[in-house]
Protein backbone atom coordinates (compact mmCIF):
# COMPACT_ATOMS: atom_id res chain seq x y z
CA UNK A 1 0.00 0.00 0.00
CA UNK A 2 1.30 3.27 -1.02
CA UNK A 3 1.81 6.33 1.30
CA UNK A 4 0.59 9.56 1.37
CA UNK A 5 1.31 12.91 3.17
CA UNK A 6 0.53 16.15 3.12
CA UNK A 7 0.56 19.34 5.15
CA UNK A 8 -1.63 22.22 5.68
CA UNK A 9 -0.45 25.63 7.67
CA UNK A 10 -3.20 26.67 10.14
CA UNK A 11 -2.92 30.38 9.36
CA UNK A 12 -6.66 30.94 8.39
CA UNK A 13 -9.69 29.69 7.63
CA UNK A 14 -9.27 27.73 3.56
CA UNK A 15 -10.49 28.30 0.38
CA UNK A 16 -12.72 26.91 -2.12
CA UNK A 17 -9.15 26.26 -3.77
CA UNK A 18 -7.57 24.82 -0.54
CA UNK A 19 -10.61 22.15 -1.16
CA UNK A 20 -10.69 21.47 -4.80
CA UNK A 21 -6.89 21.43 -5.09
CA UNK A 22 -6.32 19.66 -1.71
CA UNK A 23 -8.95 18.05 0.53
CA UNK A 24 -11.54 16.47 -2.21
CA UNK A 25 -8.92 14.23 -3.25
CA UNK A 26 -7.25 13.20 0.40
CA UNK A 27 -11.24 11.76 0.61
CA UNK A 28 -10.91 9.40 -2.42
CA UNK A 29 -7.13 8.73 -1.70
CA UNK A 30 -7.67 7.32 1.95
CA UNK A 31 -10.02 4.60 0.52
CA UNK A 32 -6.61 2.62 -0.82
CA UNK A 33 -3.69 4.29 0.27
CA UNK A 34 -2.12 4.82 3.97
CA UNK A 35 -2.75 8.52 4.51
CA UNK A 36 -0.86 11.01 6.87
CA UNK A 37 -2.37 14.10 7.12
CA UNK A 38 -0.65 17.18 8.68
CA UNK A 39 -1.80 20.34 10.69
CA UNK A 40 1.68 22.16 10.40
CA UNK A 41 1.86 24.26 13.10
CA UNK A 42 5.30 24.74 13.35
CA UNK A 43 5.62 25.79 9.97
CA UNK A 44 2.75 28.86 10.40
CA UNK A 45 5.43 30.40 12.85
CA UNK A 46 7.90 31.55 10.65
CA UNK A 47 5.65 34.22 10.49
CA UNK A 48 4.49 36.22 13.17
CA UNK A 49 1.76 34.68 14.95
CA UNK A 50 -0.84 35.45 17.73
CA UNK A 51 -1.19 33.03 20.14
CA UNK A 52 -4.47 32.75 20.99
CA UNK A 53 -5.45 32.75 16.63
CA UNK A 54 -2.81 30.36 16.11
CA UNK A 55 -4.48 27.59 18.27
CA UNK A 56 -7.89 28.87 17.31
CA UNK A 57 -6.38 28.00 13.45
CA UNK A 58 -5.45 24.33 14.67
CA UNK A 59 -8.62 23.74 15.97
CA UNK A 60 -11.08 25.18 12.80
CA UNK A 61 -8.41 23.42 10.26
CA UNK A 62 -8.79 19.82 12.07
CA UNK A 63 -12.66 20.39 12.03
CA UNK A 64 -12.54 21.36 8.33
CA UNK A 65 -10.66 17.77 7.23
CA UNK A 66 -12.83 15.81 9.44
CA UNK A 67 -15.96 17.76 7.74
CA UNK A 68 -14.48 17.59 4.67
CA UNK A 69 -14.76 13.38 4.97
CA UNK A 70 -11.55 12.29 6.54
CA UNK A 71 -12.00 9.39 8.35
CA UNK A 72 -9.46 9.03 11.12
CA UNK A 73 -10.28 4.98 11.04
CA UNK A 74 -8.36 5.28 7.42
CA UNK A 75 -6.45 8.50 7.80
CA UNK A 76 -3.88 9.53 10.68
CA UNK A 77 -4.99 13.42 11.38
CA UNK A 78 -2.09 14.83 13.67
CA UNK A 79 -0.55 18.32 14.63
CA UNK A 80 3.16 18.82 13.76
CA UNK A 81 4.13 20.15 16.77
CA UNK A 82 2.45 17.18 19.03
CA UNK A 83 5.08 14.80 17.12
CA UNK A 84 9.14 15.85 18.67
CA UNK A 85 10.42 13.73 15.71
CA UNK A 86 9.57 16.48 13.34
CA UNK A 87 11.79 18.97 14.19
CA UNK A 88 14.66 16.39 15.30
CA UNK A 89 14.64 15.14 12.06
CA UNK A 90 14.27 18.86 10.42
CA UNK A 91 17.28 20.11 12.00
CA UNK A 92 19.16 16.81 11.06
CA UNK A 93 18.56 17.75 7.47
CA UNK A 94 19.08 21.10 7.93
CA UNK A 95 22.90 20.11 8.46
CA UNK A 96 22.81 18.61 5.01
CA UNK A 97 20.99 21.06 3.36
CA UNK A 98 22.81 23.83 1.12
CA UNK A 99 22.21 27.86 1.93
CA UNK A 100 22.38 28.11 -1.82
CA UNK A 101 19.76 25.32 -2.63
CA UNK A 102 17.79 27.34 0.31
CA UNK A 103 17.86 31.06 -1.42
CA UNK A 104 16.97 29.77 -4.71
CA UNK A 105 13.78 28.18 -2.95
CA UNK A 106 11.07 30.73 -4.96
CA UNK A 107 8.48 31.13 -2.06
CA UNK A 108 11.32 32.70 0.18
CA UNK A 109 12.43 34.86 -2.47
CA UNK A 110 8.61 36.07 -2.30
CA UNK A 111 8.06 36.28 0.99
CA UNK A 112 11.61 38.36 1.85
CA UNK A 113 11.01 40.81 -1.28
CA UNK A 114 11.53 43.87 0.04
CA UNK A 115 11.70 43.31 3.62
CA UNK A 116 14.76 44.89 5.83
CA UNK A 117 14.20 41.85 8.14
CA UNK A 118 12.56 38.15 8.26
CA UNK A 119 13.02 35.21 10.25
CA UNK A 120 15.52 32.78 9.64
CA UNK A 121 12.81 30.05 9.73
CA UNK A 122 11.83 31.32 6.44
CA UNK A 123 14.77 30.50 4.66
CA UNK A 124 15.61 27.24 6.62
CA UNK A 125 12.14 26.03 6.87
CA UNK A 126 12.39 23.61 3.88
CA UNK A 127 14.24 20.93 5.24
CA UNK A 128 11.80 20.61 8.23
CA UNK A 129 9.07 19.89 5.13
CA UNK A 130 11.21 17.42 3.95
CA UNK A 131 11.29 15.94 7.35
CA UNK A 132 7.62 15.92 7.60
CA UNK A 133 7.20 13.76 4.49
CA UNK A 134 10.49 11.19 4.92
CA UNK A 135 9.81 10.49 8.12
CA UNK A 136 6.27 8.58 7.38
CA UNK A 137 8.81 6.66 4.30
CA UNK A 138 5.69 8.41 1.65
CA UNK A 139 5.29 7.33 -1.78
CA UNK A 140 3.25 10.18 -2.65
CA UNK A 141 2.75 14.02 -1.92
CA UNK A 142 -0.24 15.72 -3.57
CA UNK A 143 0.40 19.32 -3.97
CA UNK A 144 -0.13 21.99 -6.38
CA UNK A 145 2.30 23.55 -8.65
CA UNK A 146 3.88 26.23 -6.50
CA UNK A 147 4.75 23.27 -4.46
CA UNK A 148 7.17 21.07 -6.65
CA UNK A 149 10.05 22.70 -6.25
CA UNK A 150 9.82 22.06 -2.07
CA UNK A 151 9.06 17.97 -3.20
CA UNK A 152 12.52 18.04 -5.58
CA UNK A 153 14.25 19.60 -2.87
CA UNK A 154 12.74 16.65 -0.34
CA UNK A 155 14.25 14.21 -2.72
CA UNK A 156 17.58 15.74 -2.98
CA UNK A 157 17.69 15.61 0.62
CA UNK A 158 16.83 12.02 1.38
CA UNK A 159 18.93 11.09 -1.87
CA UNK A 160 21.93 12.92 -0.34
CA UNK A 161 21.03 11.38 2.79
CA UNK A 162 20.95 7.94 1.59
CA UNK A 163 24.14 8.11 -0.37
CA UNK A 164 26.82 9.47 2.65
CA UNK A 165 24.83 7.36 5.55
CA UNK A 166 22.53 4.89 4.95
CA UNK A 167 19.64 3.93 2.51
CA UNK A 168 17.03 5.47 5.01
CA UNK A 169 13.75 7.61 3.29
CA UNK A 170 11.95 6.60 0.70
CA UNK A 171 12.42 9.21 -2.24
CA UNK A 172 8.46 10.49 -2.56
CA UNK A 173 7.12 11.58 -5.91
CA UNK A 174 4.64 14.85 -6.36
CA UNK A 175 1.21 14.07 -7.66
CA UNK A 176 -0.83 17.10 -8.94
CA UNK A 177 -4.53 17.20 -10.03
CA UNK A 178 -6.07 17.64 -13.76
CA UNK A 179 -8.47 19.51 -12.68
CA UNK A 180 -8.74 21.65 -9.55
CA UNK A 181 -4.77 21.81 -8.69
CA UNK A 182 -4.91 25.90 -9.24
CA UNK A 183 -8.25 27.43 -8.35
CA UNK A 184 -7.51 31.31 -9.55
CA UNK A 185 -8.54 34.49 -7.96
CA UNK A 186 -11.92 35.79 -8.90
CA UNK A 187 -10.77 39.29 -9.32
CA UNK A 188 -6.88 38.41 -10.58
CA UNK A 189 -7.72 35.09 -12.13
CA UNK A 190 -3.67 35.33 -13.55
CA UNK A 191 -2.94 34.31 -9.96
CA UNK A 192 -3.94 31.75 -7.83
CA UNK A 193 -6.57 31.78 -5.09
CA UNK A 194 -5.19 32.63 -1.79
CA UNK A 195 -6.67 32.94 2.14
CA UNK A 196 -4.56 36.19 2.57
CA UNK A 197 -5.91 38.17 -0.76
CA UNK A 198 -6.51 41.34 0.78
CA UNK A 199 -9.33 42.06 -1.49
CA UNK A 200 -12.25 39.66 0.15
CA UNK A 201 -14.24 38.79 -3.09
CA UNK A 202 -11.31 37.24 -5.24
CA UNK A 203 -11.58 34.29 -2.52
CA UNK A 204 -14.68 32.01 -2.01
CA UNK A 205 -13.81 30.81 1.90
CA UNK A 206 -14.75 27.36 2.94
CA UNK A 207 -17.17 28.56 5.94
CA UNK A 208 -18.54 31.67 3.52
CA UNK A 209 -22.37 31.93 4.21
CA UNK A 210 -24.40 31.17 0.38
CA UNK A 211 -25.28 34.50 -0.16
CA UNK A 212 -21.65 35.44 0.36
CA UNK A 213 -20.47 32.75 -1.98
CA UNK A 214 -23.04 33.56 -5.00
CA UNK A 215 -22.10 37.61 -4.63
CA UNK A 216 -18.43 36.60 -5.02
CA UNK A 217 -18.81 34.21 -8.01
CA UNK A 218 -21.38 36.80 -9.55
CA UNK A 219 -19.12 39.56 -9.26
CA UNK A 220 -15.82 37.45 -10.62
CA UNK A 221 -14.00 39.08 -13.12
CA UNK A 222 -14.60 37.48 -16.81
CA UNK A 223 -14.27 39.02 -20.32
CA UNK A 224 -16.62 40.63 -23.15
CA UNK A 225 -16.66 37.62 -25.70
CA UNK A 226 -19.58 35.82 -23.77
CA UNK A 227 -18.72 32.29 -24.83
CA UNK A 228 -17.93 29.84 -22.36
CA UNK A 229 -14.79 28.40 -23.63
CA UNK A 230 -11.44 27.26 -21.61
CA UNK A 231 -8.71 28.96 -23.06
CA UNK A 232 -6.71 30.05 -19.48
CA UNK A 233 -4.37 32.57 -21.95
CA UNK A 234 -7.18 34.38 -23.25
CA UNK A 235 -10.17 34.11 -21.19
CA UNK A 236 -8.78 33.67 -17.43
CA UNK A 237 -11.29 34.82 -15.72
CA UNK A 238 -14.28 31.96 -17.44
CA UNK A 239 -11.35 29.30 -17.77
CA UNK A 240 -11.11 29.40 -13.89
CA UNK A 241 -14.79 29.04 -13.04
CA UNK A 242 -15.26 26.40 -15.43
CA UNK A 243 -12.56 24.69 -13.64
CA UNK A 244 -13.91 24.99 -10.08
CA UNK A 245 -17.39 23.94 -11.88
CA UNK A 246 -16.08 20.80 -13.36
CA UNK A 247 -14.41 20.11 -9.52
CA UNK A 248 -17.44 20.52 -7.76
CA UNK A 249 -19.41 18.21 -10.72
CA UNK A 250 -17.21 16.12 -11.72
CA UNK A 251 -18.24 17.22 -15.16
CA UNK A 252 -15.54 17.43 -18.10
CA UNK A 253 -14.05 21.05 -19.66
CA UNK A 254 -15.57 20.01 -23.15
CA UNK A 255 -19.01 18.79 -21.68
CA UNK A 256 -19.42 22.20 -19.89
CA UNK A 257 -18.33 24.10 -22.80
CA UNK A 258 -20.86 21.94 -24.59
CA UNK A 259 -23.95 22.98 -22.20
CA UNK A 260 -22.92 26.46 -21.63
CA UNK A 261 -22.94 27.14 -25.72
CA UNK A 262 -25.14 30.06 -26.22
CA UNK A 263 -25.88 30.77 -22.86
CA UNK A 264 -24.44 34.25 -21.73
CA UNK A 265 -22.29 34.66 -18.29
CA UNK A 266 -25.09 35.25 -16.09
CA UNK A 267 -26.79 31.95 -15.99
CA UNK A 268 -23.15 29.96 -16.14
CA UNK A 269 -22.03 32.24 -13.13
CA UNK A 270 -25.05 31.14 -11.20
CA UNK A 271 -24.93 27.63 -11.93
CA UNK A 272 -21.42 27.79 -11.06
CA UNK A 273 -22.76 29.69 -7.47
CA UNK A 274 -25.07 26.85 -6.51
CA UNK A 275 -22.48 23.93 -7.73
CA UNK A 276 -20.22 25.05 -4.70
CA UNK A 277 -22.89 26.25 -2.15
CA UNK A 278 -24.24 22.40 -3.20
CA UNK A 279 -20.51 21.09 -2.54
CA UNK A 280 -19.90 23.41 0.98
CA UNK A 281 -22.97 23.77 2.79
CA UNK A 282 -22.84 19.85 4.12
CA UNK A 283 -19.23 20.56 4.96
CA UNK A 284 -20.10 23.66 7.15
CA UNK A 285 -22.72 22.07 8.91
CA UNK A 286 -20.59 18.70 9.78
CA UNK A 287 -17.93 21.53 10.97
CA UNK A 288 -19.61 23.51 13.39
CA UNK A 289 -21.01 19.98 14.88
CA UNK A 290 -17.13 18.92 15.67
CA UNK A 291 -15.74 21.96 15.85
CA UNK A 292 -16.09 22.48 20.08
CA UNK A 293 -16.60 18.58 20.77
CA UNK A 294 -14.43 16.65 22.70
CA UNK A 295 -14.16 14.34 19.45
CA UNK A 296 -12.47 16.33 17.56
CA UNK A 297 -9.68 16.07 20.79
CA UNK A 298 -10.26 12.30 21.20
CA UNK A 299 -9.18 12.42 17.10
CA UNK A 300 -6.45 14.74 17.90
CA UNK A 301 -5.07 12.68 20.49
CA UNK A 302 -5.49 9.48 18.05
CA UNK A 303 -3.82 10.35 15.33
CA UNK A 304 -0.66 12.02 17.34
CA UNK A 305 -0.22 8.29 18.62
CA UNK A 306 0.05 6.52 15.78
CA UNK A 307 1.82 9.07 14.15
CA UNK A 308 4.36 9.11 16.83
CA UNK A 309 5.04 5.30 16.57
CA UNK A 310 5.98 5.47 13.05
CA UNK A 311 7.75 8.78 12.78
CA UNK A 312 10.16 7.79 16.06
CA UNK A 313 11.03 4.31 14.55
CA UNK A 314 12.33 6.28 11.03
CA UNK A 315 14.07 8.82 13.37
CA UNK A 316 16.00 6.52 15.51
CA UNK A 317 17.31 4.85 12.09
CA UNK A 318 18.18 7.88 11.02
CA UNK A 319 20.19 9.17 14.15
CA UNK A 320 21.98 5.78 14.22
CA UNK A 321 22.97 6.19 10.61
CA UNK A 322 24.44 9.82 11.17
CA UNK A 323 26.36 8.38 14.42
CA UNK A 324 24.14 10.64 17.14
CA UNK A 325 23.48 9.27 20.82
CA UNK A 326 24.88 6.07 21.85
CA UNK A 327 24.55 2.64 20.75
CA UNK A 328 22.76 0.94 23.99
CA UNK A 329 23.67 -2.42 25.43
CA UNK A 330 21.78 -5.19 26.00
CA UNK A 331 21.65 -5.91 29.00
Given amino acids: MQTIFSGIQPSGTLTLGNYLGAMKQFVDLQRDKDCYFCIVDEHAITVPQDRLKLRDNIRSLAALYIASGIDPEKATLFIQSEVAAHTQLGWMLQTQSYIGELERMTQ???????????????????????????????????????????????????????RKFNDIFTIPDSQISEVGARIMSLQEPTKKMSKSDENQKATVLMLDEP????????????????VVRFDPENKPGISNLMTILASCTNQSLESIEAQYEGVGYGGFKQDVANAVINVLEPIQTRYYEIYKSDELDDILDYGAEKAEKVASKTLRKAKKAMGLGRVKKKR
Avoid: C
Avoid at 145 to 150: G, I, L, P, R, S
Avoid at 211 to 226: H, L, Y
Fill in 108 to 162: FKDKSAGKEAVSSALLTYPPLMAADILLYQTDIVPVGNDQKQHIELTRDLAERFN
Fill in 211 to 226: KRIEKKIKSAVTDSEG
